[in-house]
Every structure is written in C-alpha cells, then in structure tokens.
C-alpha cells in the first residue's frame, strides 16, 4: 500500500453483462432501460447474472470481490477466465482483449496467464499431492522431470515440502487448499483467480492461510482476484474491495474507505457488524511516542520529562529510535540519588513489543495485563509509537469517521 | 352383421414389411455381415487357441498366477479359482469351460469397445445422450430372449450370432456406467481441467476418464457378468460351450448333466466376478 508509486492497470474491465438463457437480447435491452433483475426474469424467464459492470485492477494488488452468495461475483470471476462467456463487455488484461480471444488463444492465456483456486480444493484424487501440483503443466506439455521441479518448488513455497507423495484425502482441508494454491504457482501465472479460496476451511486454518497468502504475496507480487462472501476476510486480504449485490458493482475502495464512507445504505448495513477488532491494527490506534529519551542521556532528565508530562514510565530509545527499554519512576529516582549518569544500569531491556500489522483482537489481551503502555515496532526494531488503554477503546467506541490517530 | 364387417378389415403387413426390410439387408449389405462375421469369428478363435494352447493342468496353474496378478496379490482368490478349475478339469468340461470363457472375453471386448466411447459421447452431449437413454430403455425392457431372433435372421446359427446377441445384451451397463461416471464428477474438477487450459482430449484422458474409472469398472463387471447369462441362452442358437451342455441336458432330462454344467458355469462366474470386483475395490481412491 506504498503511495509513492503510480498503480500500473492490469486488468480493465468494461460494461460487463451477463444474461444467462437462450436468446438474451431482450433482456439485455431491458436492462438498459433500467429494468430490475426481478422484472427481466418475469417477462422473459433470463437470469441476470451480471450488470454493466466495470473496474480496473492494478498489477500487484490482492482485488476482492465481495457479497453475498448469488451477487454474482463467481461469475465476475469466471468471466475473467472466460470459464463463463460475458454476454456484452470488454475484458482487457495485459493490453489483450479476452472476450475476443478464440478457443486456442484463450487455453493458452488459462495456461499462462491466469491459475485459479477453487473454494473445494478440486484437487483429482486419482493423483499424489506432486502430480497434482503439475496438472497445469502438464497441459502445457511440459515433461516429467521438468514438471516435477517445477511443482516440487511450489509445494516448498506453500509449505508442503515432503507431502509429494501424499494422496489428496489424507491431507487435511487446509493443506489440500495448499495443494490447490500451489497448483496455481506452479505455472508462474502473473493472476490469481481465487474463488472463495479459503471458505471451506475452519476459521483457525482460514486465518492462518489468510496470513500465509499475505506473506506470499509479499514475496511474489501476484496480481489476486479474489472472491469472498467473508467481510472480515476481505478487509484483511483486500488491496482493494469492490462490494457486489445483484450483478453490480455497488462501491470500489480501500478497506479504510469502505468502513468510513459507505456509499449507500446496502454497504452500510453490511459493514455494520464488522468486528472492528480485527480490522484495525496497532498502527491504526497507536498514539505518537513522546516524550522518549535517548539511551545516551542521564536520570535527571528522565526524571523531568516524567514530571513535565506526569507519566510514570519513559522509553528509551538509540539515535535511530531503534527501541532499547523502559525506565521506570522508581528507578530513576533511585539513579538521581545514586548520581548515576547513564540510564544504562536502571533500563528494562525485556519489552513486550507490538508489530505495526497487530490486529487489535490480539492487543488488547496484552494491554489489559501490562503495567506500562505497549510500544510498537516496525521491523527493525524502530519504535513508530505506543499504545495505550486509553487509545484501543476509543478506537473500538468510535462512530463515526473521525481520526484515530491522537 | 356390422361385427362380422369391422373383422374384415384388412390385416397390417407388419410382417411382411420387416421381412422385406431383411431381404433388402441381406441382398445389399451382405459384404457388411460377412465382414463382421469375419472379424468375430477370428477374435473367438484367437481366445480359444490361447486358452486350449496348454493341456488343462498346465493352464490351470497359469490362470491361478494370472489371477494372482491381475487381482494385485489376492491369494485367496487365486487359490480359490485353481480349486474350481480343478473340478472342472475333473468333471471333463474343460474343453467346453474355454469355449464358453473365450465366448464371454471376446464378447466383453467388443461390448466394451463399443460401449464405452457411446457412453463417454453420451457424457459430453445431451443430444447423444436422449436418443443413447431411450435406446437403452428400450432394449432393457426386452427379454434376453428376443435377442437372438436378429442375431439367427443375420447370421444364422453358431457362435457368431451368439457372440452377436452377447454384445447387444451386454453393452447397455457399459454405456451406462461411463456416462454415469462422468457425469457424476464434480464440477469444480471440469472446470480445473478448463481453467487451466486443457484440450477436450486432455480433460478425457487427464481427468474425466481416471475420475470415473470405479463407476467405469462397475459397469465392466456388468458387462461381463450379463455376457456369461448371455452366452449361456445363446446356446439354443448354436454357441457352444457349457451352456450347450445345459441345453442337452435339458433336452434328454439328464439332471446329472445338467447339474455338472451348471456347476462350472458358477465356478466361471464366481471367478470372473470376484476378479473384476477387485479391480474395482483397487480403483477407489486408497484411505
């Protein structure tokens, strides 16, 4: 979520519809006249499954399609492979218009292009987890050696190392899902199709391959579609969320935009019961880090920030605010007397720190046991800010779209 | 007065019409039911030559290891079927148990070799499908029977039509089972194989076909097991084998006889089943 870069467009999609039925000219008309899904299925007994739909997608973002079942977002998504032909529309990805594409130029996209993963596995059962993994290459007709390194290098970055012989019924939901994403990496494809990837899976497996696909994307910079019924999930997941209800895009945005500023009345009632635990994260409610003290300076010091701002405990921080300890009032008292002149001898290097991406669900277990506030940290140790009780329950009692941040 | 008149009418030709349907058959497509007499004819020789090529109590042994083999190491079974050989050996109707075990193998093969491409054209087209169910229907509401009076009216009497009116009776399960089995795969396995770019040929072979092979093998087991009652009945038209020796021993109501071939017959089915039950169990996904 760097803003310093300008988004590259991958995929633009435009005034996509589907009808499904025979003829759907009729029905395609009426819903330019603005015709309801429910009126067009009475007159002329065609679903609508899509509504003039349009978006774009940047390459390297994780884009989530999200609704209720029956929005039409498996569809969205089917289009983009064309597993279900677009009545009316355009599809461009990568500068090449889908929809146009004929039966061999649009295999050889599926091939290379595009991998998808299925909400149940759809692993084939007659094949180990390493065959499995190389069905797609396979199909491109890639030989047995090659293919076998090849998968067996993207059963390791799944995690799967060593299961290559396993059948896929004797592994668990969530390491077959693995097989399934491994499957979609084994061709290297730039896109990611992920149809409701994770929803067949426990809510404890769900969260852990929620993270470990983060983790992934990290490191591959894949270009995910990425469809869910789950809010929570694509809060978490989502570069960006486009919101569906009855074959249209209701509202595209950030996470952040969409929790703020619901655009109708639709969206707000789905964000309504967001658990706002798992949405927000440390750097979302934590309050700027001041005073600190600088490692290299003395107890007196310390003792007069303390007083100057009333607070009984002061971080201690290198040049670099890479985060060294705690000094605690009681401490610094004692050090005053000693006539120390470093805070080296009284400062508590055993800190619970918090990472920047900590969702508040699992801060406030810590926070509610902790004596001082939590600092939290960036991945080189540098302190970017501190949270205190005070800062989690405002955030959780905020109603409207004010600032968290103090 | 006006009954008498209402009988009168005249009778439908319906026999007359198909009679001259089979004249017109024979008189232009003769080189047709030469040409398939002649390919049935060889494939039931090649069996029986295999199979009578050893004297009995070499072959025996060799089914047994075949078995063995084939049944990925079922001892019981192989032991099982090298004791009911043996009684056959014993009762003297080794000669006619390889004829009637040559009639089911080359019957089966062609059943299958028809039956399972029709059931796979079935699975992938619903057109073909309609019309391949309706036939099907059709045919199972007729007795086993009635089979033989085309197989008689083509090729007259002997092992080929039997082989004929075999193949016809056995090959519904074929079909059936395989569109069956491919119609009943999950719809996410169809659209992994096209999602990820496979041919038609590719989806057959990688995914559809090795899918649906238990319900597949199901209906091989069908297959053969309605091709051995077949082969039997198909005696009253000439085949020979153990169901000959039924027919004799009905004729001349000698139950010894009778009994003795009925006995083998059993010890055939008993083989041929369990063997294929196995292939099936083997099929399955392993725990």
Redesign the interface.
């Known amino acids: 979520m760097d803003d310093d870069y300008e988004p590259e467009v991958l995929i633009e999609v435009q005034n996509l519809s589907k009808i499904f039925g025979g003829k759907p000219e009729r029905a395609l008309q009426m819903l330019r006249d603005g015709k309801t899904k429910d009126e067009i299925l009475e007159k002329t007994g065609q679903t609508v499954g899509l509504n003039n739909i349009s978006f774009q997608v940047f390459r390297g973002e994780i884009f989530v399609l999200m609704g209720l079942s029956g929005c039409g977002k498996s569809t969205l998504l089917r289009c983009l492979?064309r597993?279900i032909d677009p009545t009316e529309g355009s599809i461009v990805i990568g500068g090449d218009d889908i929809v146009a594409m004929n039966d061999d130029e649009i295999?050889?996209?599926?091939?290379?292009k595009?991998?998808?993963i299925?909400?149940?596995?759809?692993l084939?059962?007659?094949?180990n987890v390493l065959d499995n993994v190389a069905?797609?290459l396979?199909?491109?007709g890639i030989n047995l050696e090659e293919r076998h390194t090849k998968a067996g290098e993207a059963l390791k970055m799944v995690g799967l190392a060593g299961y290559e012989q396993s059948?896929?019924?004797?592994l668990s939901g969530g390491m077959k899902q693995r097989v399934g994403l491994a499957?979609a990496l084994a061709?290297d494809a730039e896109i990611l199709?992920m149809d409701e990837a994770f929803s067949a899976l426990d809510p404890l497996i769900r969260r852990d391959m929620q993270d470990e696909l983060v983790e992934l994307q990290e490191r591959l910079n894949k270009t995910i579609i990425f469809v869910t019924h789950d809010l929570d999930e694509a809060l978490k997941l989502g570069s960006r969320i486009a919101l569906m209800k009855d074959g249209k895009i209701i509202q595209v945005g950030t996470s952040e935009e969409i929790l703020m500023n619901p655009s109708n009345d639709y969206v707000e009632r789905f964000v309504a019961d967001v658990d706002m635990t798992r949405v927000l994260t440390a750097q979302d409610v934590m309050k700027k880090a001041d005073p600190i003290i600088s490692c290299r300076s003395g107890p007196r010091l310390a003792a007069r920030l303390m007083k100057e701002y009333g607070i009984s405990s002061l971080f201690v921080v290198t040049q670099h605010r890479q985060l060294k300890g705690i000094v605690f009032i009681d401490d610094v008292v004692e050090a005053v007397k000693k006539d120390l002149t470093t805070l080296e001898e009284i400062v508590i290097n055993d800190l619970t720190t918090i990472d920047l991406t900590t969702p508040l669900g699992d801060i406030i277990p810590i926070i509610a046991d902790s004596k001082y506030p939590l600092p939290v940290v960036d991945q080189d140790g540098k302190l970017k800010g501190i949270i205190v009780r005070g800062s989690v329950l405002s955030a959780l009692a905020r109603k409207e779209s004010e600032p968290i941040v103090a | 007065m006006s009954l008498r008149f209402s009988i009168d009418l005249p009778k439908i030709p319906i026999g007359q019409f198909v009679s001259d349907i089979v004249d017109w058959i024979e008189a232009n497509l003769g080189w047709l039911l030469d040409g398939i007499t002649e390919v049935l004819r060889f494939l039931l020789n090649g069996f029986q030559d295999i199979l009578s090529f050893l004297p009995p109590l070499a072959m025996v042994p060799i089914l047994g290891i075949l078995i063995f083999l084939i049944t990925r190491r079922d001892i019981h079974l192989s032991l099982l079927s090298v004791a009911g050989l043996l009684l056959i050996w014993n009762l003297q109707l080794w000669d006619q148990a390889m004829m009637t075990l040559s009639l089911v193998i080359a019957s089966t093969i062609i059943a299958l070799l028809l039956g399972i491409p029709i059931g796979i054209l079935a699975a992938n087209n619903d057109s073909v499908n309609t019309v391949v169910r309706v036939l099907l229907d059709f045919m199972q509401t007729m007795p086993s029977f009635v089979y033989l009076i085309p197989a008689v009216i083509f090729f007259s009497l002997g092992n080929v039509p039997g082989m004929i009116a075999t193949v016809v009776f056995a090959m519904p399960p074929a079909i059936r089972l395989t569109n069956l089995g491919i119609r009943q795969i999950p719809i996410e396995l169809i659209e992994v194989s096209d999602a990820f770019g496979a041919t038609p040929r590719q989806k057959l072979i990688m995914v559809q076909l090795p899918v649906a092979m238990p319900t597949i093998m199901a209906g091989v087991n069908q297959c053969i097991m309605l091709a051995l009652s077949m082969v039997v009945i198909a005696s009253m038209i000439g085949a020979g084998g153990l169901g000959y020796q039924v027919l004799v021993g009905i004729q001349r109501v000698d139950i010894a006889m009778g009994f003795e071939a009925g006995l083998a017959i059993v010890v055939i089915a008993i083989i041929l089943d369990r063997i294929t039950q196995g292939l099936i169990k083997a099929e399955k996904p392993r725990e």
């Open positions: 492979n597993l295999r050889e996209f599926r091939r290379t595009a991998g998808m299925f909400q149940n596995f759809a084939l059962p007659h094949r069905f797609g396979e199909i491109q059948m896929p019924d004797q499957r061709s199709l």
